[in-house]
């Protein structure tokens, strides 16, 4: 079992930055794969960004590559997700999940556990 818990959320104009952050409890955390979702009003919750248990291999929606950079410090219990030249449609709710296989997912269906999300809010 393990609960994550996010920050990092809150409102930025276009083209600014924010870094979200995730803390997980339990001691398995460094052999999860952790995942970063979002959803929008209206729309579907849709992978963000994924990293597996070591932190060696990412993976990111093709909206947010060469923009937002998922991370991980094992040590720390905590992934994050740095999110630069941000735009009105990154507005959404943003969780974190963590899945038990170790490796890199983009299926909901594989995350296990999930955070309660935070806000992200971008202006025009």
């Known amino acids: 079992q393990v609960q994550l818990v996010e920050s990092g959320g809150g409102l930025v104009q276009a083209g600014g930055s924010l870094r979200l952050s995730c803390a997980a409890s339990g001691r398995a955390f460094s052999s999860y794969g952790m995942g970063w979702f979002r959803q929008a009003p209206g729309k579907e919750r849709e992978i963000v960004a994924a990293i597996n248990w070591s932190g060696s291999i990412r993976s990111y929606a093709d909206a947010v590559k060469g923009r937002f950079t998922v991370s991980r410090d094992n040590a720390k219990n905590t992934v994050y997700l740095q999110m630069n030249s941000l735009k009105p449609e990154d507005t959404a709710i943003y969780c974190c999940?963590?899945?038990?296989?170790?490796?890199?997912?983009?299926?909901?269906?594989?995350?296990?556990?999930w955070g309660q999300g935070t806000q992200v809010t971008v202006s025009s």
């Open positions: 999940a963590a899945h038990t296989g170790g490796g890199t997912s983009d299926s909901k269906s594989n995350f296990s556990f």
